[in-house]
């Protein structure tokens, strides 16, 4: 729902792909997918009643959720580094739709992309991604590369730290007296 509030009016008839993968990385019940497998989010139009629905206004985008790459609710046993994997492969699919583009916009939860970061990041390199949760609404810019062996097929992926780029808010800073406080140059 907040990528289609978001995007909503820049995607303009362009799909928002709904994936499995990017759920967020907790066992909280508000974590868990609200969608059936492969249907999109109950989301309903955001316009008052009576009025028509605007092409241009965030409802419209709600049209435009692919849910195919959506396969339900994420086991409650299951583990999240198994996610940020298959996103990963997903994105580097030939029968993905992310396979003739050369960006791809993300939208998801803050503790998702930390865990991504510690992941994909190389283990020698450091980055206050990797400690540090977005802020809310922020937006990180980034270049994820496909590590093959020819030999064996197996695939790694790895996040190339120079190309980390705060494009909007940046990450959130130490926590004092309760209160966030934001990081805003990176």
């Not at 803050?110 to 450091?126: D, G, I, K, T």
Request: charged letters at 15%.
């Amino acid at each position: 729902s907040t990528a289609t509030v978001a995007f909503g009016n820049l995607l303009r008839g362009r799909p928002i792909w709904v994936l499995s993968s990017l759920q967020e990385i907790s066992r909280n019940v508000d974590t868990l997918a609200l969608a059936a497998p492969y249907m999109p989010p109950p989301l309903q139009a955001m316009m008052p009643q009576g009025h028509e629905a605007d092409p241009s206004s965030p409802s419209h985008a709600i049209g435009s959720l692919q849910a195919a790459f959506h396969t339900g609710s994420k086991p409650l046993n299951s583990h999240g580094a198994h996610r940020l994997e298959a996103f990963c492969a997903w994105v580097f699919s030939s029968c993905a739709p992310t396979a003739m583009q050369p960006n791809i916009v993300v939208a998801g939860h803050s503790l998702w992309f930390r865990s991504f970061f510690q992941a994909y990041l190389p283990h020698s390199s450091y980055h206050e991604c990797k400690h540090k949760k977005i802020v809310n609404c922020g937006v990180i810019a980034f270049d994820l590369e496909l590590l093959q062996d020819r030999g064996c097929g197996v695939a790694e992926y790895r996040v190339v730290p120079e190309s980390i780029v705060s494009l909007h808010g940046g990450f959130e800073g130490k926590k004092r007296s309760g209160a966030k406080v934001v990081d805003k140059d990176v």
